[in-house]
């Protein structure tokens, strides 16, 4: 049996108990690792003042976790600098909060060098390798300098921006011609892939077949979009359960004649959530007869609180929901509720379930699974309504969504009002629209599909002889 190799910035090893919620890559890989034996290879999550330059390695079942610490300079550089200071912002079209630091990418490429040093030990020649998301772009070029000539696949969880706005990214030229390593590129969306056909087209002269590029040194890769999908029997059944957690009775028990708005996302700028807020505060001004009729729940867990613009993003929050709940409560109702807790996902199924309307309004996403989470987990006979931002990659597929811009909170107030006042028979048809959407195209296709395409691929036969 083929060895599946995946590698990720964090692994996420299964909890022993068995309690505590899987990560979103991890549930979108168990079926995979079924089907394969597995490696899993990535940072711990630790940092250490001395890193071990060879994985930790832990078992479990088929699968093997690698494990490498970081030191406190590679953590800072790689991971909080330009991952997360100047690759994301980028990519979410942010350009006036990317910060870029010769530092830091010199920081990103040796931890990449230092990960392909250790990973290239372990692989073995029918291995499928497969790299994830934005922090190990150069992993591919790093392997194939060791010799490593596996197919190599890469899934890009976030958007790739229009050739434009890549391009004011120092490094971006090397980062298109390390991308062009990959035998197999996935992306969420079409818009996505032509953006990055595109950009390495311009920036690397590769020429074009259709999704297929060749580089000069002869290497093809192909660049497709895979829509990420979600485990939708599963949360079906998680949301269908009764609740059993305090705050979902609490949430249900406050919720006596009025209608709940729920919104669920890491706070992030990306998401958009204090301009959500802010829309929904232009709903209760144009709709005052809603007034203590309506809660938003918002749960926004905090993350990546080592970098200074989610550190402003809070602060900036905090004052638009105190704004907002001083100027408009009443006593006995409070308009926001806001919770910083994440919360496992039993909980966040029963409390879509109890929504009337699942606001998903991000600035920028690559897919966004919450929007095909609040579908899942609705009730079939009387489904609540999803606001969608037309700049979440979901929006390609859930068509049947009330679709917004994000930058007007006067056509999300609306939305909002449509959605609140939506009849039953529009709400069930909508909603089945979009349950097919999501059933046709969940995690388990998401997942085959990749690796069937990267495994029948023979891009790399041409290249691979001549070595
Ligand atoms: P994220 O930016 O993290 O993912 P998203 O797709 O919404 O965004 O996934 C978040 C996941 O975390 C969901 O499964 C959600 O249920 C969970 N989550 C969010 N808030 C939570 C809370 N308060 N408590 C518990 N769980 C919570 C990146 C990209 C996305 C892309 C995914 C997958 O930014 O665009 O959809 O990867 O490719």
Redesign the pocket.
């Known amino acids: 049996m083929p060895r599946l190799v995946v590698v990720s910035n964090r692994v996420a090893i299964p909890d022993p108990t068995g309690k505590g919620?899987a990560g979103?890559l991890a549930v979108?890989l168990k079926e995979a690792f079924q089907a394969y034996q597995g490696l899993w290879f990535g940072w711990s999550g630790r940092v250490s003042s001395h890193p071990s330059p060879e994985p930790k390695m832990v078992d479990k079942g088929n699968v093997h976790y690698a494990l490498m610490d970081l030191a406190p300079i590679d953590r800072q550089e790689y991971y909080n600098g330009f991952a997360n200071r100047a690759l994301w912002p980028n990519m979410h079209y942010r350009l006036g909060l990317s910060e870029f630091s010769r530092a830091d990418y010199a920081g990103y490429l040796r931890v990449n060098r230092s990960f392909a040093n250790a990973l290239g030990q372990m692989i073995r020649p029918d291995d499928l390798i497969w790299v994830h998301?934005y922090h190990l772009i150069p992993l591919a070029a790093e392997l194939r300098a060791l010799g490593v000539t596996n197919r190599i696949g890469y899934f890009h969880?976030?958007?790739w921006p229009a050739p434009e706005v890549f391009g004011t990214l120092p490094g971006s030229r090397e980062l298109l011609r390390a991308i062009a390593d990959y035998d197999l590129v996935g992306v969420?969306t079409d818009l996505d892939a032509d953006n990055l056909r595109r950009a390495i087209v311009q920036e690397v002269g590769a020429t074009q077949q259709g999704v297929e590029l060749t580089t000069a040194n002869g290497h093809q890769t192909r660049v497709k979009g895979f829509p990420?999908g979600?485990d939708v029997k599963g949360f079906q059944q998680l949301a269908r359960r009764p609740p059993t957690h305090r705050i979902v009775k609490q949430t249900l028990a406050s919720l006596v004649s009025r209608n709940l708005i729920i919104g669920?996302?890491?706070l992030?700028y990306?998401?958009g959530i204090p301009e959500r807020m802010e829309a929904f505060e232009r709903f209760l001004v144009a709709n005052p007869d809603q007034r203590g009729h309506v809660t938003f729940l918002q749960?926004?867990?905090t993350s990546r609180s080592e970098v200074p613009e989610y550190v402003s993003l809070s602060r900036a929050t905090s004052e638009t929901l105190g704004r907002i709940n001083g100027s408009l409560g009443e006593p006995g109702w409070v308009p926001i509720h806001y919770?910083t807790?994440?919360?496992?996902?039993s909980v966040?199924a029963n409390l879509y379930r109890i929504a009337r309307v699942g606001l998903v309004t991000p600035m920028r996403?690559?897919?966004?699974?919450?929007?095909k989470?609040y579908v899942a987990a609705q009730d079939p006979e009387d489904p609540g309504v999803l606001v969608l931002s037309k700049f979440?990659?979901?929006a390609q597929q859930l068509t049947d969504a009330l679709i917004v811009n994000p930058n007007d909170k006067f056509e999300v107030a609306e939305a909002i009002r449509d959605a609140i006042h939506m009849d039953r028979d529009e709400r069930k048809e909508r909603w089945r629209r979009m349950m097919k959407a999501i059933q046709d195209y969940d995690v388990s296709w998401w997942a085959a599909s990749f690796l069937k395409d990267l495994s029948d691929y023979r891009g790399m036969s041409k290249v691979r002889s001549r070595i």
Do not use: C, F, W
Request: aromatic share 2%; charged share 20%.
């Open positions: 919620s979103g979108a998301d969880h976030i958007p969420q990420i979600i669920v996302d890491r992030d990306s998401k749960i926004a867990p919770v807790t994440a919360y496992p996902r966040l996403d690559g897919m966004n699974l919450v929007a989470e979440a990659g979901a």
